[in-house]
């Protein structure tokens, strides 16, 4: 809901002042990183290995298709 005002109002502005609120935003992000939630914090990492034993490959996956002979 406040998202549409806050474009709105940074359209009215120009560009200089758009370079500020810019550099405004990434301050508070830097800021309060820290006191966010760390589930929904801007820099989540992603863990390796995750999926492993999940996901099932084809022997032949990269096998010509019967379905495309006619082209090649």
């Known amino acids: 809901m406040v998202q549409p005002l806050i474009l709105e109002k940074l359209e009215e502005l120009p560009e200089s002042l758009r370079t500020e609120v810019l550099h405004y935003i990434e301050f ?8 966010l939630p760390q589930e929904e914090t801007f820099n989540k990492k ?3 290995g995750l999926l492993k034993g999940k996901v ?7 096998a010509p298709l019967e379905d495309f002979k006619d082209y090649m």
């Open 28 to 35: 508070l992000v830097e800021k309060y990183a820290k006191a």
């Open 46 to 48: 992603r863990k390796a």
């Open 56 to 62: 099932w490959m084809s022997d032949d996956f990269d």
